[in-house]
């Protein structure tokens, strides 16, 4: 690991405690392995964005190994990421890089959700599964892949539980939304409601959730609502990460979607994807 860099890759948000969460978290990774070179940088929203990231990190390595520090792959992780580090690659060419997948939605980040859940039932009591709804609350996407993923952690939680009850929503860009994921539930006749947001720091959309479970709570006070934080700090987290950099830190190893792929190359090359955000700004 000597001449490997590792390079975190943040999404960025406007809400500077969210950003300051992803680098107290490099921090603690770092002391966990001394001996690694462990950078980060942010995709947008942020003072270290990602050509100036892959440069820093670049500096004096002969490997760049890039792991994209957000759970679901959409836009900024299929299309800007990969073209990032392609130009990277011009600008260095003595350095190799490689991407490891995104955190992505498999049975470690289902454990970590799971504990949630479990925090959640215990502040309820240990309620009836029968009567207390479960909403995984996610961020919401664009590219419907990355809502799938979150619907299948739905489902897992659902087979590994004994909830009536375990259903998606999303804080925006697409459907449903938590009020009226709420409002069914509560037709349904669920008197518990544990809601565990899909995030791994805080920020706007944290803060958001928060205003919108408080006055959830007064328009339906027969129901008690549970509701959890983000957990990028869980040790299921940092033992993922982890596991990515022991299984894709060789050059061809642990590619990222999408990066050489020759769709997302003509995509570019014709204009066909625009992730700059412009109209969903409010949801970062």
Known sequence: MNDTAILLVGHGSRNRDGNTEVLHFAAQWRERHPAWRIETCFIEHADVLLDAGLDRAAAGARHVLVIPFILNAAGHVKMELPAAVEAARRRHPAVSFSCSRHLGMGREMLQVLQGQLDRLLTALDMPDPQTTGVILLGRGSSDAGANGELAKMARWLFEDNDFDLVDLAFTGV?????????????????????????????????DRIKAQVARLRSQYPQIAFALGSHFGFDKGVFDLLDAKVGGGAQPDGGLLECDGCKYRQAAAAEHLHDHRHTHLEHAH
């Not at 449903?176 to 995030?199: C, F, I, K």
């Open 174 to 206: 697409t459907w449903p939304r938590l009020e009226s994921v709420v409002q069914r539930h509560a037709r349904l006749g669920m008197t518990q409601l544990a809601v565990v947001p899909v995030y791994l720091f805080s920020g706007v959309l944290m």
